[in-house]
């Protein structure tokens, strides 16, 4: 089989993959998941290219990409853990407040 048909399949079932769990999942991990899905999507074909071409600037856009893919779920698992977290302690928070009075 032909490389750049392996690459282009590979990475339009990853995005596929990504855009399913991104509108068809309620969970915000699922739709992180997706989103995150879709970005590894794209740099396997900014990585086939770059290779195939020789080029290492095209190398790096990939490694930021996937510096800014990582950073982002970061961010994205710390705001999901906070709204559960909120979630969790609102019932105590207003119970301890109509303890004190």
């Keep these: 089989m032909n490389a ?13 993959i990504g855009t399913a769990f991104l ?9 992180v998941v997706g989103i995150e899905l879709m970005v590894n999507a794209a740099n396997i074909l900014i990585v086939f290219h770059a290779v195939r071409r020789a080029d290492p600037q095209g190398l790096a856009v990939a490694l930021l990409a996937l510096a800014a893919a990582a950073a982002e ?25 109509e303890l004190s009075g």
Excluded: K, T
Aim: proline share 2%; no cysteine.
């Design 4 to 16: 750049e048909l392996v690459a282009w399949a590979a990475a339009s079932a990853l995005f596929s």
């Design 23 to 31: 509108l068809l999942r309620r969970q915000l991990v699922a739709m």
């Design 73 to 97: 779920v970061v961010v994205g698992f710390a705001l999901i853990l906070s709204m559960r977290n909120d979630e969790n302690e609102a019932p105590e928070s207003s119970h301890l407040r």
